[in-house]
């Protein structure tokens, strides 16, 4: 018994009493609190949607990554006669926004196998799976607009497609730091939080004024 409370203090696993072996501990947050040997799936209704959404989530990413190389290689504008495929500035913002659907795509993929084995997976996230590889290749584009613009106080040193691309990629992974981002700079350009401030310190103003002329 006092072995047994030693290794539970200590967070050491004690030796199979059979064979004298001490098994590999695994962390608690990768054994999605499960027992040894519980291998069978908490969704038995549910496999065929889960790998469904697997698989087309995993068809953005692919779509993604060969749309990276038609426009690199310029067979996009070969086979279609558009010239304006050949621009560096469409070639760029390709680059933003594919580099953010791989970002976003990465994302979900390592969310759905994150709550399916934590068993927090459900059929009403399935918008979200689906079209977060597309909002976040969308953030990435005007994240890369904003950066050419130099309002985020970034600067460019290589105009190569590996950069755009790399950019694109950590907007669409981090998609919601990079959205804070952008609410900061609304709230520079517009003065939103400014006015939101001024307009609650003129409130308080007047009710202390209010309290103030109030008899005792």
């Known amino acids: 018994t006092s072995s047994g409370t030693d290794s539970a203090n200590t ?19 990768e054994t999605d609190e499960r027992a040894r040997y519980d291998w069978k799936s908490k969704y038995p209704d549910g496999q065929v949607q889960i790998w469904c959404e697997a698989v087309l989530v995993a068809g953005i990413q692919v779509l993604a990554l060969l749309s990276l190389c ?3 290689n310029g067979w996009l504008a070969d086979k279609t006669g558009w010239t304006t495929c050949h621009d560096p500035i469409f070639k760029q913002y390709s680059y933003f ?7 976003g795509t ?7 196998y994150h709550v399916v084995a934590r068993g927090y997976w459900h059929v009403d996230r399935r918008p979200w799976r689906v ?20 309002l985020l106080g970034l600067s460019l040193n290589t105009k190569r497609g590996a950069s755009y691309l790399a950019i694109g990629f950590i907007t669409g992974y981090f998609s919601d730091k990079a959205l804070a981002k952008m609410t900061e700079i609304a709230d520079v350009i517009f003065g939103t939080r400014d006015a939101s401030r001024s ?18």
Do not use: C, H
């Not at 990465?106 to 759905?112: D, E, H, R, T, V």
């Open 11 to 29: 967070g050491t696993t004690a030796p199979d009493p059979q064979t004298g072996a001490v098994p590999r501990t695994i962390p608690q947050d």
């Open 70 to 72: 038609l426009i690199r």
């Open 97 to 103: 926004f594919l580099g953010g659907v791989l970002g």
């Open 106 to 112: 990465l994302f979900g993929i390592k969310y759905l």
């Open 131 to 150: 079209l977060s590889p597309l909002l976040a290749g969308t953030l990435a584009l005007v994240t890369g607009a904003l950066v050419e613009a130099g």
């Open 199 to 216: 307009k609650q310190s003129g409130s308080e103003k007047t009710d202390k004024s209010k309290s103030a002329n109030q008899p005792n």
